[in-house]
């Protein structure tokens, strides 16, 4: 297991924190000549972040948004991830639109999954097979262990071969587009964020409970992944340190 883990005192420090990270990491992948590629997930502490983010002078022209996962629904929706960044972090940036890869959650779930991996093959000119390597990948852990729209006991969780794919979340009664394993699994970096009480159980099975992602679906990324680096707060890391 490579993760390293990173705790603060509370939401606050750990979104600071946390963005300074992704900073760095983004400064030196824009060290080469191409585009960068950044994908993102939603939720109340990404909401922090992505003000601390906008917050600092960095120059975004280079760095192409994704997303880990979305609600299938329109992106004026309160609950998209797209509306979330796009009102704390892309308009406040001023990404240039053709930078932003959003899902399509106004359309049905298959062909809004199936136009979101059209656009991922197109960004990384990927061939027959190929996955794509994100440059970054925040990434959060549900109350259930469940990360990106991978929950306990989707049959999803086994799939290494295909990009994205529409789920239904059966106890939510919700269509979402979702990034799959092998995807998570190839990112350069990734960085998993998780805050407040209500986590701490999640992240001590993921740590500490024997490997079985289709329980603990966060264990993927945990014992196959590379570069990862968990930014905790105290409620969530109680149970681990």
Known sequence: MSAQLHIYADPKLTAEALSRHTLAILEESLSGEGDVSFAVSGGSTPALLFQKLAESRFKWDRVHLFWVDERVVPPNDPQ?????????????????RRNVHRVHGEQRPEVAARHYVD?????????PGELPHFDLMH????ADAHTASLFPGEPLIEDRDRIAAAVFIEKLNQWRVTLLPGVLLAAHHTAMLACGEDKAEPVRAVFKEEYNPMKYPAQIVVHHGRRIVWFLDEAAAKYIR
């Open 139 to 142: 990434r959060g852990i549900g």
């Open 80 to 96: 998209s991830n797209f509306r979330l960044a796009e009102e704390h972090f892309i308009l406040p940036c001023h990404f240039h």
């Open 119 to 127: 656009e991922i093959r197109e960004f990384f000119r990927l061939g």
